[in-house]
């Protein structure tokens, strides 16, 4: 079966004509509540982690942060290094869009960082509490992307799929509702369900690593890469390439973690 995309409005509301609220915005907006409404449930529920509401809403705070500016910094590092290059202004253009999971993953990384100097306790530790929270986050964004009708998948070559008009009249994989279900749902299911017990330090965060990496380098087969940058080596996309060391080092954590490698 073939479905059309309904061209949805990329402005939710508009407030004037020249200015609006974005889809994007309340995604972000909804990923941001989740983690708090969800850190208190494990504040309440998972005593171990020793976390307080006040450590709840600063973590949001540094990792907005960490997102917002790692995600941005990763997309021009990572898929228009060339083009930002000759054009250094238009990394200001967030408004044009281009951010990068694997640039805000890192960006959330070293947020963290500065976190753990003023709350003192081991930074594994932090991202362990932290893990559960974001899948939730990940899968708006993907809801988003689906929305504005970018970020479109590869053709079907079949009778199924789902035509995007903006590009062609080509059967395509809706990609983003793949990365939705797998790197949103699943993998929160996955995260809240092994995070529902104390585990060792490394395990958990080693878990969303496993599981992003590879959810993710499955879902690439389904999206079409990304015309200025196209299959890399091995047939690979630039997301796949930046998944695979995400998988391995997740591995190695979470095999660590069981001797207690990083602490108790």
């Known amino acids: 079966m073939i479905f059309t995309h309904p061209q949805f409005d990329p402005i939710a509301l508009h407030i004037t004509d020249n200015f609006g609220i974005h889809w994007y915005g309340l995604m972000y907006l909804l990923g941001f509540v989740a983690f708090l409404l969800l850190g208190r449930h494990q504040i309440k529920h998972k005593p171990w982690f020793d976390w307080n509401n006040q450590m709840l809403d600063d973590a949001l705070f540094y990792g907005a942060l960490g997102v917002i500016l790692g995600g941005r910094v990763g997309f021009v590092l990572f898929y228009q290094f060339g083009h930002f290059l000759q054009n250094p202004l238009d990394i200001f253009k967030v408004w044009q869009g281009g951010m ?117 380098f499955i879902a690439e087969y389904a999206r079409e890469p990304d015309a200025y940058l196209g299959l890399l080596s091995l047939g690979f996309s630039m997301g796949q390439w930046l998944s695979l060391p995400m998988i391995v080092i997740g591995i190695w954590m979470f095999l660590k973690s069981k001797s207690h490698y990083f602490g108790k």
């Open 100 to 216: 990068s999971f694997h640039g805000g993953f890192l960006g959330v990384l070293v947020a963290m960082f500065f976190f753990n100097h003023k709350y003192p306790q081991k930074w594994l530790k932090t991202m362990d509490f932290v893990a559960p929270l974001v899948p939730i986050g990940l899968g708006a964004g993907r809801l988003a992307n689906f929305i504005n009708g970018e970020l479109w998948g590869r053709a079907t070559n079949s009778n199924f799929g789902m035509i995007f008009p903006q590009v062609d009249q080509i059967a395509r994989h809706p990609s983003q509702l793949y990365q939705f279900t797998l790197e949103g749902l699943l993998l929160f299911a996955i995260l809240w369900w092994f995070s529902r017990k104390q585990r060792p330090i490394g395990a958990i965060s080693g878990l969303f690593l496993i599981g992003y990496g590879s959810f993710r």
